[in-house]
């Protein structure tokens, strides 16, 4: 009998650290259940959740005009801190409906690779730059708009012949002319080069050397073939344009002139391309369309004085001048 009290004082302690070992470990899971959490819903309010990365605003806008064969390109540029397209990537992934193809949206990294896969079916061309703090500034860049958000940029740019891959190379060309070299990333350059082809450029560069050596025939060759490979080259059109000229072929030259001003919107507002085509048209004979580019030559560089002496040797020979 004097064994019994003992007996239940060590069952009652025997319960009390069970029931203690019970709580630790409860304790334990839950303290793991929340470091697990937390690891896992980091990545989502990193990439997704931010205020400034307006991911679903940015989805949103682009689920309502998507429309079949469209692609979206990612650029990950930001000032200062090199450029993150896998970032924009997971947030468009995150929010864009699921009946959208996996191949849509097209990683910066990929760009090189994937833009040469890219058929002549018709489609639009969309990229979204995480920008940080700058601005992009389309201004005067035909076929191009910029829809902003607080950190997010939409970029849309659609190439006259309306083919998704002259989309997709003019939307590359307006991207670097919206970014300036030492902002765009060097995917971004690369895929460009690729698309286009370095060998255009080649032929364009000859054709300037053979110009300076006074070779006439030879550069036309070199710019004719640079404009054949690739007929966005607003810069062989120029140059092409310079030769026919020298050559007293206006009509050819202000055609030349004329394309590259298509090609190029922003050269509209400078003088110098102004300047050839109004010499152009001067030596033409047409007088009137003349006077009127060296008048806009003057208004975007007041006092240029070529200008000035052309337009008042035209002025002087216009038949009112006389009466």
Known sequence: MEGTPGFA???????????????????VALLLTVILGALELRPIRDYYASDKEDWRGVAAYLETRLGEGDVILCDGVRAGQGGDSARTQRGLRY??????????????SELSRRMGEIGDNQGEVWTVVFRGWRKLKPEGMKGVTVTDFEDVSIVRAEHPDGTLRENAIFMLEALVSLMPLEEATEALHTALDGIQGQSARDHLAQGNA?????????????????IEMDPSLAGAHVHL???????????????????????????????????????AYRDAGRAEEAIEEYRLVLELEPGHAGATDNLDTLLASLPSAKE
């Open 210 to 226: 053979c110009l300076e050596q006074g070779e006439l025939d030879a550069a036309i060759l070199e710019y004719e073939r640079a």
């Open 241 to 279: 344009a310079d030769v026919r000229l020298e050559q007293d072929r206006s009509d050819e030259a202000i055609e030349g002139y004329r394309r590259a001003l298509e090609l190029k919107t922003d050269w509209d507002e400078q003088a110098w391309l102004h300047m050839r085509l109004a010499n």
């Open 9 to 27: 004082s060590g069952t009652r302690m025997d319960v009390r650290s069970a029931g203690r070992r019970e709580w630790v470990a409860l304790g």
């Open 95 to 108: 929010y864009l409906d699921s009946r959208h193809p996996d191949d849509l949206i097209l990683k910066e």
